[in-house]
């Protein structure tokens, strides 16, 4: 404290000596100034003095190529690394769709490499193999017409280039946009989970908890479907397994109120997510969209028009039906995308694009196993690249 006193307390009695120690409360720091302590040589007094910063040389030219090449390759490095990643996930999803690659898929490739014209016959027997792919009538058509229609723009006369163009053809009706799910930061976020017995609707939503709590979300899942007590201990068990919330009724209780509970116990404990599950089955189908119609209504009455998901799970094996399927839900539910599960285990596949093109609803997600991880979030340009070989 003495060196502090003499400097700020202690009246200089040397008036020649104000140059180096008066009125230092009014010295300002800046990047370009610094304050260093000086001794006079007349008095022997202690003193502050301010001096300019010199400023800092620039790097040197050498220096500064040097770190711009070292930048260079630590960005090639994370960019292989990335890429690694990317095809290690691609050739992971081929082999986990390998019966519909080589079922479906590889009989395309086998077809055109055993033609030597492009004919009439030709593009008969395409669609013949297309429908029954599962793609449909109605998107077979769609199908050819486009492919034909790019062979004569191009001037293809090789039957073995037909088959990279249908590649392009095809991709061009899988919907690209929105296919993942809108989850808002800070909002209650709705999946009304919808989808006839048997698809896998339970084990999806119990899948898509696991995956949203892995992110670090709080997900609650309400047990919607009342009409069946295996669905409420089935969906009981996932929220074990993930460590989600639940809320449920008893077997027969009103779909309805424990929606309503659901909803009410989401916006009292601050939930990320809320995932609802529904019957698939009741005494018959205008009683099942009935019930999902006013489960729709609670849910609008809650949020007002804030934009919610409304998610059809379809079973990947079966077909046309799924179309009807998604039909009927569509005019109810105003559906937001598809989950289409197990297809890993057809080797048809086509459904992808007729479902996709026809309602004109995003797939959101694909099916391709048991485990959580095979639950893959649908992107277009990866499928198109593991299914043809």
């Known amino acids: 404290m003495g060196i502090f006193?003499?400097?700020?307390?202690?009246?200089?009695?040397?008036?020649?000596?104000?140059?180096?120690?008066?009125?230092i409360k009014n010295i300002e720091k800046t990047e370009e100034k610094k304050l260093v302590k000086?001794?006079?040589?007349?008095?022997?007094?202690?003193?502050l003095e301010t001096i300019k910063k010199e400023p800092q040389e620039e790097p040197k030219e050498e220096l500064k190529e040097e770190l711009k090449e070292e930048l260079k390759e630590e960005l090639k490095e994370e960019l292989k690394e990335e890429l690694k990643e990317e095809l290690k996930e691609e050739s992971n999803l081929r082999e986990k769709l390998t019966k519909p690659r080589t079922g479906f898929f590889s009989k395309l490739k086998t077809f055109f490499s055993g033609k030597s014209l492009i004919d009439d016959a030709m593009y008969d027997e395409m669609e013949d193999i297309l429908i029954q792919s599962d793609i449909g009538l109605e998107m077979t058509t769609k199908i050819v017409s486009s492919l034909e229609k790019e062979i004569k723009i191009k001037g293809i006369k090789d039957t073995k280039k037909i088959y990279p163009l249908l590649k392009e053809v095809m991709e061009r009706f899988l919907i690209k946009e929105?296919?993942?799910?809108?989850?808002?930061?800070?909002?209650?976020?709705?999946?009304?989970?919808?989808?006839?017995n048997g698809v896998g609707k339970t084990t999806t939503i119990g899948k898509l908890a696991s995956k949203f709590i892995e992110n670090g979300k709080k997900v609650v899942l309400g047990a919607g479907d009342t009409f069946r007590a295996a669905a409420i201990e089935q969906l009981e068990e996932w929220a074990k397994r993930s460590k989600a919330d639940i809320v449920k009724g008893k077997q027969g209780d009103d779909p309805g109120a424990v929606v309503y509970d659901t909803l009410e116990y989401a916006y009292e404990k601050n939930v990320d997510v809320v995932i609802i599950d529904t019957a698939g089955r009741l005494h018959n189908k205008n009683n099942l969209m009935k019930e999902l119609e006013k489960i729709n209504n609670i849910i609008k009455k809650k949020i007002g028009d804030r934009y919610y998901e409304s998610i059809l799970v379809i079973d990947g094996t079966t077909g046309q039906n799924a179309i009807s399927q998604a039909k009927e839900f569509n005019e109810v539910t105003d559906l937001t995308g598809f989950i289409i599960t197990k297809l890993d285990g057809t080797a048809k596949g086509g459904i992808v694009f007729?479902?996709?093109?026809?309602?004109?609803?995003p797939i959101k997600f694909i099916g391709?196993?048991?485990?959580?991880?095979?639950?893959?979030?649908?992107?277009?340009?990866?499928?198109?690249?593991?299914?043809?070989?």
Not at 5 to 23: A, L, M, S, T, V
Not at 38 to 47: A, L, P
């Open 178 to 196: 929105n296919t993942e799910l809108k989850i808002e930061d800070g909002q209650v976020n709705i999946i009304l989970v919808v989808g006839v």
């Open 5 to 23: 006193n003499k400097i700020f307390n202690k009246k200089d009695k040397n008036p020649e000596n104000k140059e180096g120690i008066n009125n």
């Open 354 to 361: 007729s479902i996709s093109e026809l309602i004109k609803k």
């Open 38 to 47: 000086v001794i006079n040589d007349e008095t022997g007094k202690i003193g």
């Open 368 to 389: 391709v196993g048991e485990k959580i991880s095979d639950l893959r979030e649908f992107d277009v340009r990866e499928y198109i690249n593991a299914i043809f070989d």
